[in-house]
């Protein structure tokens, strides 16, 4: 059976709409990482104090900074696991072929790095509604955010999630092709980590690359770049794969 | 909040999820996650409009904030240990008086101890005025930004027969909380990438001097081990 351009955009839609569905599961792994995050959060990342003659001062800092890096994590996961082969059996409940899988797949991949962008930057409301009644308005002191501030935010923690689900979704298609990309790709990455550290380092040089840029339209133009490019070849490495 | 509750509370949320032998398909299942989700989103929407009324309430200070006057006060440190009339202070804006104690003062021999570690100075006046004249002077303070200098302590003086006594007060103790913005935020608004404390240019401890005006007749005498130091005319 052959599927026609129109239909191609169809079937997109239909996998698309089911994966929505289906996958729902992702969805409450991604809760419950940010929940632990969260938590992880309440702990504080740093402290200072100051203890002279009579006066015990301690500033305890708090930030969700942990809630946006396990978040992108759980990206990277979700992109690997879209490829795996109980997920792509799931496409063939349709008439479907790797290019109609492979593009809502990734529609669902960037729907899943909204999603959890903006659920992990609106997460820290609650760390600090949730430290404001643990310490009082008194105690507190915040930084000053702008509304400017909390969508460049936003917009900022999409596209690191999307470049991680994308660089997942990569990862885990080479996986497919051949199992000894599973010990390859993480020997090849602590390999480079471990064997040149430092800032001259590859692995240090391209996460510059990203997190060393300061402008945020450059930013996006990097990660867009990057997950479209890593989004074709996935569909053209599994172009490669044997047909079930 | 210690990690016995982080350890709860992940029990709590595994057990809250997991699921035996259930698949994403099975309709029950699907309709509580899709309802876990709505109550997740809910909660987060909540908190976002709970934050910004509660945001009005609380102190801001960025990592810019008071970082002029930190730089001041951290040069001004040498200048403040060498003043010699404690009112030349007075007018300054880096500095702020703790506390003033005046005692009557008839006799011609004067002994001071100290327990305190604030800094004191003795110094005699020219006039016999039958007054010792105490008062307590504090750089401002701040850490991480934030101004602290109305929470620090003037140390305990006291008379008593030939003797002026001083002792610290008993134990401040004070903590504080700070939300940091996210690296997602600071990495394109200036910020640095992991926090916005930058200590070397937002923290400044309080520099303390008690200063002793004795009349001239007075001939004070102290404890080696004290924090004293008496200027001499010159």
Redo the contacts between chains.
């Keep these: 059976m052959f599927i026609t351009e129109d239909n191609k955009i169809e079937v997109t839609k239909r996998q698309y709409k089911y994966k929505l569905n289906a996958y729902l599961n992702a969805f409450t792994a991604m809760i419950a990482v940010q929940i632990v995050a969260l938590l992880l959060s309440l702990l504080g990342v740093g402290s200072s104090g100051y203890h002279s003659g009579n006066l015990s001062l301690s500033l305890k800092t708090y930030s969700s900074n942990f809630v946006i890096a396990f978040t992108m994590m759980w990206g990277l996961v979700i992109g690997i696991t879209m490829t795996t082969q109980a997920y792509r059996n799931s496409d063939f409940t349709f008439v479907t072929n790797r290019l109609t899988s492979n593009l809502s797949n990734i529609a669902f991949l960037i729907t899943a790095s909204i999603i959890g962008g903006l659920t992990s930057m609106l997460s820290s409301n609650v760390l600090k509604v949730a430290l404001v009644f643990y310490y009082g308005t008194e105690e507190i002191i915040s930084s000053f955010i702008s509304m400017g501030e909390i969508l460049i935010g936003l917009i900022a923690a999409i596209l690191y999630v999307l470049l991680l689900t994308s660089v997942g979704y990569f990862v885990g298609t080479l996986s497919q092709l051949h199992s000894i990309f599973k010990i390859v790709i993480p020997v090849v990455f602590f390999g480079l980590l471990f064997t040149s550290p430092g800032q001259d380092g590859m692995i240090t040089k391209l996460f510059q690359f990203y997190i060393g840029e300061t402008s945020l339209l450059m930013f996006s133009g990097k990660v867009v770049v990057t997950a479209t490019a890593l989004f074709i070849a996935s569909i053209l490495v599994s172009d490669q794969l044997e047909v079930r | 909040?210690g990690?016995s509750?982080?350890l709860l509370?992940?029990i709590i949320?595994?057990i809250f999820?997991s699921t035996k032998g259930k698949t994403?398909?099975f309709n029950g299942y699907?309709q509580r996650?899709?309802s876990?989700?709505i109550v997740?989103?809910s909660?987060?929407?909540l908190?976002?409009g709970?934050?910004y009324i509660?945001?009005t309430?609380?102190?801001?200070?960025?990592?810019e904030d008071n970082t002029e006057i930190i730089s001041e006060l951290n040069n001004y440190v040498n200048e403040f240990y060498n003043i010699q009339d404690p009112k030349e202070l007075d007018e300054s804006d880096k500095v702020v008086k703790l506390g003033e104690w005046s005692f009557p003062y008839s006799d011609e021999e004067l002994e001071i101890f100290t327990s305190?570690?604030?800094l004191v100075r003795v110094q005699q006046k020219e006039t016999s005025d039958e007054t010792i004249d105490v008062s307590f002077y504090t750089t401002r303070a701040f850490?991480?930004g934030?101004e602290?200098t109305e929470?620090?302590?003037p140390p305990t003086v006291r008379q008593a027969n030939n003797s002026l006594l001083i002792t610290?007060?008993?134990?401040?103790?004070?903590?504080?909380?700070?939300?940091?913005?996210?690296?997602?935020?600071n990495?394109?608004?200036?910020g640095s990438?992991?926090?916005?404390?930058h200590?070397t240019s937002t923290t400044h401890?309080g520099d303390t001097i008690l200063f002793v005006k004795v009349p001239s007749n007075v001939n004070v005498s102290y404890s080696e081990d004290g924090n004293i130091y008496i200027v001499e005319d010159e």
């Design positions: 909040m990690i509750i982080v509370a992940v949320i595994v999820f994403p398909f699907r996650i899709k876990t989700i997740y989103i909660i987060l929407i908190s976002t709970l934050f509660l945001q309430q609380l102190s801001t200070v960025s990592s305190s570690y604030h850490q991480s934030i602290y929470l620090l302590q610290d007060p008993d134990r401040v103790e004070i903590s504080f909380a700070k939300f940091d913005r996210e690296f997602t935020i990495q394109f608004t200036g990438m992991m926090d916005d404390n200590e401890f």
